[in-house]
């Protein structure tokens, strides 16, 4: 008689009593924006491209329906309000859009139709925290955004806006997400301008990380533009906490290892270098011009390692003149990696400053790869955009050691890696064996036994 409305319960395995044959639910979606059995209709702004005929639209919604999933109609609906009487209620300022997508979830279960660009989203959860939905909702949408930053390249180029309401909506796994995503390349979003839009808490967090991809200064100048920014904000013991924390760090912010590859550059200060005007008519013609050089390195991985990054060496570039060299600006490098069958890209904002030295040291670094013995490896750098380029040193060969064999491009000054140690063998657990191991092994062995002081690994207080 009662048909599919008719609560069937049996005991599961963990003998707690299931609902079988899956009761009403099964006839919920049936009952989305149907106006047949509606018994309050909402209207809406009217934000769909394709239906112009009104300012508002109209969502056919069930009283009992919202006021189980929304405290908001809970009280609007069955409470003193006027609405409580009412067969349509007006919400305005709501986009139709977006309460369909709420609904969407209230009705059928989806957290977020689609992905969506950052702006969607915070407009689908803001209306969200409106209806007082966001305790029922709260952990599902979560889990979605930590998904989302990772698949979703919309919202990983805004990591950090994301990283900033994660403490706004207090959600304490998507703040650890956005966290560990930030510091494993924090040099590339320390540049960034909304890096000084982060609240105090979220700074707080990444300082007391262990592990920040980045010089210390790099760091340095996040936290005094960041202070800068929120001076007024800000009790002077706060700031001094935060420099306090950067100071403790070495000039890499985390415990890498450094294996030099080349011998360093020249920091002699040049002579006679005169002052420039803002746009000196060389660079302005220049900045309509797109000059476009690319470099690669080619190596060979002699014991596994794990990559965590590199340096290379800039110097001026004297093709536009002694003059044009000398200039403090910033441009757009692209950076690749590929080994085996795989690739890393990335483009990075690049600071430099050649009114001091001829040339400069530039720390890139990106999320670890791990690197077989004999991987061939190759890096590539582009310049993007117009302006003057600066030139990426050649050293023209490499110092003798037993992690990297430099082919080709002697670009990579070092290599930056996590602290493994393999067998003698230098081969880690995940290594192919060769068919003739026991002879390879006699010739690793044979090369291995080159002098130590062949191999410069020095520690991040010593470079440079």
Same mark, same amino acid.
């Given at each position: 008689?009662?048909?599919?409305?008719?609560?069937?319960?049996?005991?599961?395995?963990?003998?707690?009593?299931?609902?079988?044959?899956?009761?009403?639910?099964?006839?919920?979606?049936?009952?989305?924006? $149907?106006?047949?059995?509606?018994?309050?209709?909402?209207?809406?702004?009217?934000?769909?491209?394709?239906?112009?005929?009104?300012?508002?639209?109209?969502?056919?919604? &069930?009283?009992?329906?919202?006021?189980?999933?929304?405290?908001?109609?809970?009280?609007?609906?069955?409470?003193?309000?006027?609405?409580?009487?009412?067969?349509?209620?007006?919400?305005?300022?709501?986009?139709?859009?977006?309460? #369909?997508?709420?609904?969407?979830?209230?009705?059928?279960?989806?957290?977020?139709?689609?992905?969506?660009?950052?702006?969607?989203?915070?407009?689908?959860?803001?209306?969200?925290?409106?209806?007082?939905?966001?305790?029922?909702?709260?952990? &599902?949408?979560?889990?979605?955004?930590?998904?989302?930053?990772?698949?979703?390249?919309?919202?990983?180029? $805004?990591?950090?806006?994301?990283?900033?309401?994660?403490? !706004?909506? $207090?959600?304490?796994?998507?703040?650890?997400?956005?966290?560990?995503?930030?510091?494993?390349?924090?040099?590339?979003?320390?540049?960034?301008?909304?890096?000084?839009?982060?609240?105090?808490?979220?700074?707080?967090?990444?300082?007391?990380?262990?592990?920040?991809?980045?010089?210390?200064?790099?760091?340095?100048?996040?936290?005094?533009?960041?202070?800068?920014?929120?001076?007024?904000?800000?009790?002077?013991? #706060?700031?001094?906490?935060?420099?306090?924390?950067?100071?403790?760090?070495?000039?890499?912010? &985390? $415990?890498?290892?450094?294996?030099?590859?080349?011998?360093?550059?020249?920091?002699?200060?040049? !002579?006679?270098?005169?002052?420039?005007?803002?746009?000196?008519?060389?660079?302005?013609?220049?900045?309509?011009?797109?000059?476009? &050089?690319?470099?690669?390195?080619e190596m060979t991985i002699l014991k596994c390692i794990a990559l965590r990054g590199i340096k290379i060496c800039l110097e001026a570039n004297q093709q536009f003149g002694p003059k044009c060299g000398r200039i403090k600006s910033e441009l757009e490098l692209c950076f690749?990696?590929?080994?085996?069958?795989?690739?890393?890209?990335?483009?990075?904002?690049?600071?430099?400053?050649?009114?001091?030295?001829?040339?400069?040291?530039?720390?890139?670094?990106?999320?670890?790869?791990?690197?077989?013995?004999?991987?061939?490896?190759?890096?590539?750098?582009?310049?993007?955009?117009?302006? #003057?380029?600066?030139?990426?040193?050649?050293?023209?060969?490499?110092?003798?050691?037993?992690?990297?064999?430099?082919?080709?491009?002697?670009?990579?000054?070092?290599?930056?890696?996590?602290?493994?140690?393999?067998?003698?063998?230098?081969?880690?657990?995940?290594?192919?064996?060769?068919?003739?191991?026991?002879?390879?092994?006699?010739?690793?062995?044979?090369?291995?036994?080159?002098?130590?002081?062949?191999?410069?690994?020095?520690?991040?207080?010593?470079?440079?």
């Amino acid at each position: 008689m009662f048909g599919n409305c008719c609560r069937i319960l049996e005991k599961n395995e963990s003998g707690q009593m299931a609902l079988i044959g899956g009761g009403f639910s099964n006839n919920v979606n049936k009952l989305f924006n $149907d106006p047949e059995l509606s018994d309050v209709a909402i209207l809406l702004d009217n934000d769909e491209g394709l239906d112009t005929t009104g300012a508002t639209k109209t969502f056919h919604a &069930h009283r009992v329906i919202l006021a189980t999933m929304s405290d908001y109609f809970r009280s609007m609906l069955f409470g003193s309000f006027v609405e409580a009487t009412k067969k349509e209620i007006r919400l305005p300022g709501v986009p139709y859009s977006t309460f #369909v997508k709420v609904m969407e979830f209230v009705y059928l279960g989806k957290t977020f139709p689609s992905a969506g660009t950052l702006e969607e989203v915070v407009e689908f959860y803001s209306l969200v925290r409106m209806l007082l939905m966001d305790s029922k909702m709260n952990s &599902h949408f979560e889990k979605w955004m930590i998904r989302q930053i990772e698949t979703n390249e919309s919202l990983k180029n $805004d990591l950090l806006k994301v990283f900033a309401l994660a403490f !706004e909506w $207090d959600m304490l796994a998507l703040k650890t997400k956005c966290n560990s995503n930030i510091c494993e390349v924090a040099n590339e979003y320390l540049a960034e301008s909304s890096f000084v839009e982060l609240p105090l808490e979220a700074v707080q967090m990444m300082l007391g990380t262990s592990r920040i991809s980045c010089t210390r200064d790099e760091l340095k100048r996040a936290i005094l533009a960041w202070i800068s920014h929120h001076e007024s904000e800000i009790a002077a013991d #706060v700031a001094h906490e935060l420099n306090r924390k950067v100071a403790k760090f070495g000039k890499l912010c &985390h $415990d890498f290892n450094v294996l030099s590859l080349c011998r360093k550059k020249n920091q002699q200060k040049p !002579e006679n270098v005169q002052s420039l005007p803002e746009r000196p008519e060389k660079i302005e013609a220049m900045l309509e011009i797109p000059y476009e &050089h690319s470099y690669s390195s080619e190596m060979t991985i002699l014991k596994c390692i794990a990559l965590r990054g590199i340096k290379i060496c800039l110097e001026a570039n004297q093709q536009f003149g002694p003059k044009c060299g000398r200039i403090k600006s910033e441009l757009e490098l692209c950076f690749k990696i590929q080994w085996d069958y795989d690739n890393y890209q990335r483009n990075l904002t690049v600071l430099y400053d050649f009114t001091q030295h001829e040339q400069q040291s530039v720390t890139i670094f990106f999320p670890e790869i791990a690197c077989c013995k004999e991987t061939q490896v190759v890096f590539r750098f582009s310049w993007k955009g117009s302006g #003057v380029q600066p030139l990426l040193h050649n050293y023209g060969y490499a110092k003798i050691n037993r992690k990297i064999d430099i082919i080709s491009g002697f670009y990579v000054t070092h290599i930056i890696y996590l602290n493994q140690e393999y067998e003698s063998d230098g081969r880690c657990p995940e290594c192919p064996v060769p068919d003739d191991y026991d002879s390879y092994y006699s010739m690793s062995s044979y090369h291995d036994s080159i002098e130590e002081e062949m191999e410069t690994e020095q520690s991040e207080d010593d470079d440079e």
